[in-house]
């Protein structure tokens, strides 16, 4: 985007911390309701609704967020993390034992990693669900069901796998490696 002294917009745009990405998902993270309209998101920021509309829409368009117009109004969510989701991923904070889905412990876990960007988180969680529904999957099975779905930006399932999965899954205390295979413990999910 090129900037032109006769442009408000970028002018107000000037204002947004180089964390703006951080700062717009958080409220998403944050909240028992998984799916925000623009006005909720710009009202935990610190800029005003128009740049928030334009942070918002662009990661709409880089695939960090889903979006729907619902009359004059824009919702917002996080793929993955709501019922809504077509592609079926874990809504965080509504399981409390295990019915299905990821344990409440679990969410939190994968939602406090440090994952580079959303994408990835989300692959993370898609990974989870699947093997938290599936049960145990070796590596070769999770590069062949869940990479198609959550490439995560990753231009084969080998990087995915090595660079995003592996090490995600090893820093959570609620999935195990046994046999290579990997796992939910329940024992620590209940």
Not at 9 to 31: H, M, N, V, Y
Not at 146 to 162: I, K, L, M, R, S
Request: charged share 30%; glycine share 6%; net charge negative.
């Amino acid at each position: 985007m090129t900037r032109d002294s006769n442009d408000s917009t970028l002018d107000a745009r000037e204002g947004i911390p180089s964390l703006a990405d951080d700062a717009l998902l958080a409220p998403f993270r944050e909240t028992d309701d998984p799916v925000l309209t623009t006005e909720e998101v710009r009202d935990t920021v610190s800029f005003g609704r128009i740049p928030t509309a334009e942070e918002l829409e662009r990661l709409a368009s880089e695939g960090v967020l889903e979006r729907k117009s619902v009359g004059d109004e824009t919702v917002w969510w996080l793929p993955g993390h709501t019922g809504t989701d077509e592609r079926s991923g874990p809504r965080p904070g509504t399981a409390y034992k295990y019915e299905g889905g990821l344990s409440r412990q679990l969410e939190n876990e994968i939602s406090t990693l440090s994952a580079p960007n959303e994408r990835e988180r989300a692959a993370i969680y898609a990974t989870c669900y699947y093997v938290s529904e599936y049960g145990p999957a070796t590596p070769e099975t999770l590069r062949e069901e869940v990479y198609p779905t959550y490439p995560a930006g990753h231009d084969d399932a080998e990087t995915w796998w090595n660079t995003c999965i592996r090490p995600a899954l090893a820093a959570l205390s609620s999935v195990e490696r046994d046999d290579g295979e990997w796992r939910i413990d329940r024992k620590r999910t209940d």
